[in-house]
């Protein structure tokens, strides 16, 4: 009964998330899920469609990721599992009308997703926003240890954290290039569909849409769930997530 009730609701949530459109939500769905998962222009799936007998518009496209982008990462952040109390931070560059903004991103030594942020400036309150960001909506995953770069900012962020009470007690801070290694590899993974020649054109875009790349990379990595984690299996969580029906059965 629990369960039905469950699938009941996200069948009901559905109807809301996608009224008014003029497509299918499975269709909506999957053209979102391949912009943010593989390296591929709005043109390139809108090249795609015909295929299936349907046309789509690229601009069309890029209207469905900035509406759902959002709503994906905010629902697989659910089911993000706690980390192994060490933490490495790091922030890289987004370009953003041809301006250089910054990402912040944190994972766990073994390369498990934990937050990000983009900030317009690269200083103090951007560090301390962050871990604002990091902390107060998961206090059970406070890491005891963190690893960052040579940055000044890091240590007054960590201990106004501390302070504020979003860290039940003061981890040990490491400065190491080798351990960071980790999680400069893994700013690629989420990097590469971004665009290319340009950046975004707005703060508000770049925003939205990597909060889909971001949570796109959740979903390759897994959650820790049981059994093979193949593609099929993250378009069924994410078909989950919107109460949609499976696709492709069979």
């Given at each position: 009964m629990i369960l039905h009730a469950i699938a009941a609701k996200l069948k009901q949530r559905a109807k809301t998330d996608f009224k008014g459109r003029h497509y299918e939500a499975t269709l909506i769905v999957q053209a979102v899920s391949w912009y943010l998962r593989y390296p591929l222009s709005y043109r390139d799936i809108e090249k795609l469609f015909p295929e299936r007998g349907l046309e789509v518009d690229h601009s069309t496209l890029n209207r469905w990721v900035l509406a759902y982008a959002p709503l994906i990462e905010k629902r697989l952040r659910t089911f993000r599992k706690a980390h192994c109390g060490s933490v490495r931070i790091d922030e890289t560059y987004i370009k953003v009308r041809g301006e250089w903004r910054y990402l912040y991103r944190a994972v766990d030594k073994h390369g498990n997703p934990i937050d990000f942020l983009l900030t317009a400036n690269r200083d103090l309150d951007a560090a301390k926003r962050f871990f604002r960001k990091m902390l107060q909506d998961q206090p059970l995953?406070?890491?005891?240890?963190?690893?960052?770069?040579?940055?000044?900012?890091?240590?007054?962020?960590?201990?106004?954290?501390?302070?504020?009470?979003?860290?039940p007690r003061t981890p040990v801070h490491y400065v190491t290039k080798h351990l960071q290694q980790g999680i400069e590899s893994d700013h690629f993974r989420v990097k590469r569909s971004m665009p290319r020649v340009g950046g975004f054109r707005s703060f508000n875009t770049a925003r939205r849409t990597i909060q889909g790349?971001?949570?796109?990379?959740?979903?390759?990595?897994?959650?820790?769930?049981?059994?093979?984690?193949?593609?099929?299996?993250?378009?069924?969580?994410?078909?989950?997530?919107?109460?949609l029906p499976q696709a492709n059965k069979g």
């Open positions: 995953l406070a890491p005891d240890r963190i690893g960052t770069d040579g940055a000044g900012t890091y240590p007054p962020a960590i201990a106004e954290s501390r302070k504020a009470g979003l860290l790349f971001e949570a796109m990379l959740w979903l390759r990595k897994g959650f820790e769930l049981a059994g093979a984690w193949t593609v099929r299996e993250q378009n069924r969580l994410l078909a989950i997530c919107f109460g």
